[in-house]
């Protein structure tokens, strides 16, 4: 028999994970990907996305906007985004982008959390504005401006811009995002993966979830904010 844990164990392993976040916080209000420390290293250094998750799972868990944490959080979000609008994320990146660096997949992330948790709107907008500039011809997008669109990049900024209150230009994007994953999902090339995962040592790997995962949300996310999916 399964023995299902009581409404008190489930908030008091949620209490024990909320005070595993907060003291995993950086000195400079990100969060890394396990391991606090001085920011030299990938596994200790802040990440925007690895953020943007922490600080809607303070608030999810009941954290404030004066909260501390979320406070230096939002601080450290506004302090890493590039004056082009976009944030880079750590363990993602693009063979074709310039740097090897994925600020579609960083952007759309952090543009998507910000939204749901209703803070930095300027941020926000410019985040936006960034995503659509990036946008190709095709309606997709790739890891950077002027890289060939995939299926997983495409998802994310779709999603992002569906929930995003940054008006028609923002609207119209999403449309045309949400337009190239029918189209790769009628073509059925959509769940193959790219090689957006980029580890230490410049080690490359696809996850055959993601494109999956991320088209349904994608497409679920236009779909609620009235955007034709058919």
């Known amino acids: 028999m399964v023995t299902v844990p009581s409404f008190a164990s489930f908030a008091s392993f949620v ?6 976040l907060r003291r995993l916080q950086n000195a400079d209000g990100g969060w890394p990907t396990f391991c606090r420390g001085w920011g030299r290293l990938p596994f200790d250094r802040s990440s925007p ?16 906007a004066d909260d501390s944490a979320f406070r230096r959080g939002l601080r450290y979000l506004q302090n890493a985004q590039r ?21 579609v997949l960083g952007t759309a992330l952090v543009l998507q959390a910000l939204r749901e948790l209703n ?16 946008q190709n011809g095709d309606g997709g997008w790739g890891g950077g401006e002027g890289v060939a ?36 999902i ?14 230490f040592a410049s080690l490359w ?8 995962i991320w088209t349904v949300e994608a497409l679920g996310r236009a779909a609620r ?6």
């Open 225 to 230: 904010a009235g955007i034709n999916v058919n």
């Open 83 to 103: 004056e082009n609008g976009s944030w880079v994320p750590l363990w993602f990146g693009s063979q074709h982008a310039q740097g090897k660096e994925n600020p």
């Open 49 to 64: 996305d690895l953020t943007a998750h922490a600080l809607q799972a303070l608030r999810t868990a009941g954290g404030a």
């Open 205 to 212: 790997y696809s996850e055959r979830l993601y494109p999956i």
């Open 119 to 134: 803070v930095l709107h300027d941020q926000a907008e410019s985040a936006a504005k960034f995503l659509i500039a990036a």
């Open 149 to 184: 669109s995939s299926v997983e990049e495409t998802a994310r900024a779709t999603g992002a811009l569906a929930s995003c209150t940054c008006g028609a230009e923002a609207r119209l994007a999403a449309e045309r995002g949400a337009a190239y994953l029918v189209g790769r």
């Open 15 to 20: 209490a024990d994970g909320i005070r595993w």
């Open 186 to 199: 009628e073509d059925g090339s959509w769940a193959a993966p790219s090689p957006i995962g980029l580890y």
